[in-house]
């Protein structure tokens, strides 16, 4: 794996299983992650992200398979921090308070604690709001409070379980900022998530889960080139076509639909057929189509 992808791996995980009772949480995945990668686990409820999250974060212990991070510092507890999904926050504490906490129980003290303190709070766009205790912050406001205690002690590896979830759009985009933010400053970064324009945004490469296995794992664009369902064509014309047109897809009255892998040729050829349009709309195929052809459409909120 190593070789393959040419990179310096910060993570190996292997045959990885964790079950509850009959349920396999996690069925026997495998992947690798780099140093200054952002890896997204995009999956429906229910796929198993938050259990790998877990997982690696030490929370829970696996059936069978192994996980190694490479270069860990001591405990491996102070080479990563986790920004779970429900909020770890003490609402009758300050923002800054939670900071100062969280820090020394990773041990820092002194102008240390206070520097990595000021730093995550600036990063989080709280400084104004320090000394307000958590429990009047906006959902917005806490989940960032939530990443900066994660980062607190400057961890080199963060896993992040659906950072944004209720969160207002500009505390949103505050978030994919600071994330970005990370990534420069050569942060490795984890990350789960049911929204695709955030793994597309965000992650270097994405591996798709559902019902505890990975379905597929690439880059974005490579996953939509493997597994998207190709452009989809709808188009209003101006008139029925007359009897004995050819038209590939769907024809209904004056509505035409077609998916094809080439649709600007299809376009070309229709209006060489004498197919006037009245409107023209074509959809090339995204993360979603992919998400939504390899897990299905059903929804399930097991």
Same mark, same amino acid.
């Given at each position: 794996?190593?070789?393959?992808?040419?990179?310096?791996?910060?993570?190996?995980?292997?045959?990885?299983?964790?079950?509850?009772?009959?349920?396999?949480?996690?069925?026997?995945?495998?992947?690798?992650?780099?140093?200054?990668?952002?890896?997204?686990?995009?999956?429906?409820?229910?796929?198993?992200?938050?259990?790998?999250?877990?997982?690696?974060?030490?929370?829970?212990?696996?059936?069978?398979?192994?996980?190694?991070?490479?270069?860990?510092?001591?405990?491996?507890?102070?080479?990563?921090?986790?920004?779970?999904?429900?909020?770890?926050?003490?609402?009758?504490?300050?923002?800054?308070?939670?900071?100062? %906490?969280? $820090?020394? =129980?990773? +041990?820092?003290?002194?102008?240390?604690?206070? &520097? !990595?303190?000021?730093?995550? @709070? *600036? /990063?989080?766009?709280?400084?104004?709001?320090?000394?307000?205790?958590?429990?009047?912050?906006?959902?917005?406001?806490?989940?960032?409070?939530?990443?900066?205690?994660?980062?607190?002690?400057?961890?080199?590896?963060?896993?992040?379980?659906?950072?944004?979830?209720?969160?207002?759009?500009?505390?949103?985009?505050?978030?994919?900022?600071?994330?970005?933010?990370?990534?420069?400053?050569?942060?490795?970064?984890?990350?789960?998530?049911?929204?695709?324009?955030?793994?597309?945004?965000?992650?270097?490469?994405?591996?798709?889960?559902?019902?505890?296995?990975?379905?597929?794992?690439?880059?974005?664009?490579?996953?939509?080139?493997?597994?998207?369902?190709?452009?989809?064509?709808?188009?209003?014309?101006?008139?029925?076509?007359?009897?004995?047109?050819? %038209?590939? $897809?769907? =024809?209904? +009255?004056?509505?035409?639909?077609?998916?094809? &892998? !080439?649709?600007?040729?299809? @376009? *070309? /050829?229709?209006?060489?057929?004498?197919?006037?349009?009245?409107?023209?709309?074509?959809?090339?195929?995204?993360?979603?189509?992919?998400?939504?052809?390899?897990?299905?459409?059903?929804?399930?909120?097991?």
């Amino acid at each position: 794996m190593k070789e393959e992808m040419g990179l310096d791996l910060l993570i190996q995980v292997e045959a990885l299983r964790k079950s509850f009772g009959s349920l396999a949480a996690v069925d026997g995945i495998s992947f690798a992650i780099a140093r200054n990668e952002t890896f997204g686990l995009l999956g429906p409820n229910g796929a198993g992200k938050t259990t790998t999250l877990h997982l690696l974060a030490g929370l829970l212990k696996p059936d069978t398979g192994s996980i190694a991070l490479s270069g860990a510092r001591g405990d491996l507890r102070t080479s990563l921090g986790l920004a779970p999904q429900s909020l770890s926050l003490y609402p009758d504490l300050t923002g800054e308070e939670n900071l100062s %906490f969280f $820090g020394r =129980l990773y +041990g820092l003290s002194g102008g240390r604690l206070k &520097e !990595r303190v000021g730093a995550v @709070l *600036a /990063l989080a766009g709280l400084e104004e709001r320090k000394a307000d205790r958590v429990e009047i912050y906006s959902g917005g406001m806490q989940r960032r409070l939530n990443l900066a205690c994660a980062l607190v002690h400057d961890p080199p590896l963060l896993l992040l379980d659906e950072p944004t979830a209720g969160v207002d759009p500009q505390s949103r985009n505050h978030l994919f900022e600071s994330l970005e933010a990370l990534r420069q400053q050569g942060k490795t970064l984890v990350y789960t998530t049911h929204y695709m324009e955030e793994a597309q945004r965000l992650c270097d490469r994405v591996a798709i889960m559902d019902h505890g296995r990975i379905l597929a794992l690439d880059t974005v664009d490579r996953l939509i080139e493997k597994h998207g369902a190709g452009s989809a064509i709808e188009a209003e014309l101006e008139r029925p076509p007359a009897a004995g047109s050819e %038209f590939a $897809g769907v =024809l209904e +009255g004056t509505r035409w639909r077609l998916h094809t &892998e !080439r649709p600007f040729e299809e @376009l *070309a /050829l229709m209006t060489q057929r004498g197919a006037l349009f009245r409107s023209v709309r074509v959809d090339r195929p995204d993360l979603e189509s992919v998400f939504l052809g390899l897990t299905g459409r059903k929804l399930r909120d097991e």
